[in-house]
């Protein structure tokens, strides 16, 4: 699947140019919560919070990217802040690659202890997508700003361990 013209990269300090790729790519994929570039400088500027970018590139374009980092008032608790990839690849596996590493990431910093997620009730076809990773505990945790259901599931560290060990 993954072939000389694909890359996998894990971005721990982006600079200006990789963070406007990843911007622009976020916002093209995903207009429902467009991020500015500001937003995205202060996401990555915490390094106290762990922050994590693994991105897929073909031909040195971005088709897919994960990013989380530790939330600010719970260092045990990571937020899959994002994941996505882009129209044309879905369906070939790129996502299960980029859980694949974020989960290889997160089980490194000392302090995780659980993964969580939030998505929207129009995307609630993602329930069963995150459940084939393990993920579980969904229920409605709120709503966004313009009203729509905020859905919740997380994974703990030990159902990450199994995970990666029965690859």
């Known amino acids: 699947m993954i072939d000389k013209f694909f890359k996998i990269a894990l971005l721990k300090s982006p600079s200006k140019q990789q963070r406007l790729s990843l911007l622009r790519f976020y916002n093209r994929n995903f207009p429902k919560s467009k991020w500015s570039e500001r937003g995205l400088e202060r996401y990555f500027s915490d ?3 762990h922050p994590i970018c693994i991105i897929i590139k073909f031909k040195s374009k971005i088709i897919g990217l994960i990013m989380g980092r530790l939330s ?23 996502s299960k690659i980029l859980i694949r ?3 290889k ?13 939030h998505f929207r009730y129009s995307n609630k076809n993602l329930k069963s997508f995150y ?37």
Not at 105 to 117: D, G, H, V
Not at 137 to 144: A, D, L, M, Q, T
């Open 47 to 49: 390094k106290k919070r």
């Open 131 to 167: 459940k084939r990773f393990g993920f579980g505990n969904c229920i409605v945790s709120g709503k966004y700003s313009n009203g729509e259901k905020k859905y919740y599931m997380d994974i703990n560290k030990k159902s990450i361990q199994e995970y990666l060990k029965n690859l």
């Open 105 to 117: 990431s997160a089980i490194k910093i000392p302090s995780q202890r659980i993964i969580y997620l």
């Open 72 to 94: 600010s008032d719970n260092k045990t608790k990571l937020n899959l802040a994002a994941l996505l990839v882009s129209r044309q690849y879905q369906g070939k596996g790129y």
């Open 101 to 103: 590493e974020f989960f």
